[in-house]
């Protein structure tokens, strides 16, 4: 399906010809103006059977979509692991308004403090809900392999530098994709205190609100991740290396 945004030109079968002036994808419901009209109409994606300019139709799911993109971002990895890709690492906080989750792409050496940051790879969950891309070209409701193709396209130097061995992690990762998705995904922070202070295990959220609560195993946390923090100092809900 086509992306829509503020801008785009739709046909409503009662209105005609008209352009959307706001998009929430969390909702279903678009407001659009339609020839000299002055007030904008709100219309909703899921019955009003809204359509492109060149009669595609606009569809909307009625279940409710993802508020975060972390699983479809694990699924994502793991096939790239399989593929070779195992330098490639997913780090996912809450933002410190604890409302949205934040994530961030890194590959090469699995460092969880000193990452490097990528143009694309990083984002938050916040944006998500109303634009759901992740920023590399990619288009709403791409598949896990169109998702891969995308950002080989946008960043192929990056995606290079995945390229080689971390068993360990591959398998760790695997292991928590494998109890975790589709409907929840894992948070690497800590709690907040004099020091570092790490649960018993990962917490685990769910990414649409009609889930219920993480009932499953505990998670293990990544390898070698309390070692790296054991001279660690806590700021905010960001790590750093005294």
């Known amino acids: 399906m086509k992306p829509i945004a ?3 030109v739709i046909f409503h079968r009662h209105r005609g010809y008209g352009v959307l002036t706001a998009v929430n994808l969390l909702t279903g419901w678009v407001s659009a103006r339609f020839g000299s009209e002055r007030k904008c109409l709100d219309l909703n994606l899921s019955t009003d059977e809204v359509q492109h300019a060149d ?4 569809l909307f799911r009625r279940e409710a979509p993802d508020r975060m993109p972390h699983a479809r971002l694990m699924d994502m990895v793991r096939q ?3 593929a070779g890709y195992q330098r490639l690492y997913l780090h996912s906080w809450p ?4 409302m949205h989750w934040r994530w961030h792409l890194f590959t090469g050496t699995r460092n969880w403090v000193q990452r490097p940051w990528r143009e694309g790879w990083y984002g938050s969950g916040g944006d998500y809900i109303f634009n759901p891309v ?3 070209g990619d288009l709403p409701g791409a598949t896990t392999e169109e998702l891969i193709e995308a950002l080989a396209r946008f960043d192929p130097e990056g995606l290079a530098q995945a390229l080689g061995e971390d068993e360990e992690h591959a398998v760790w990762f695997a292991a ?4 975790l998705l589709p409907g929840y995904m894992y948070s690497l922070n800590a709690i ?3 020091g570092v202070i790490f649960p018993e295990s990962v917490p685990v959220h769910p990414v649409r609100q009609s889930l219920p609560g993480y009932a499953g195993p505990a998670l293990p946390w990544p390898p070698g991740w309390k070692r790296l923090f054991q001279k660690a100092s806590f700021s905010g809900q960001h790590f750093f290396l005294v």
């Open 6 to 8: 503020p801008g785009t």
């Open 55 to 58: 009669g595609e139709p606009i």
């Open 80 to 82: 790239l692991h399989t």
């Open 95 to 98: 933002q410190p308004s604890g």
């Open 134 to 136: 992740m920023g590399w």
């Open 176 to 179: 928590v994709c494998d109890m």
């Open 192 to 194: 907040p205190g004099d």
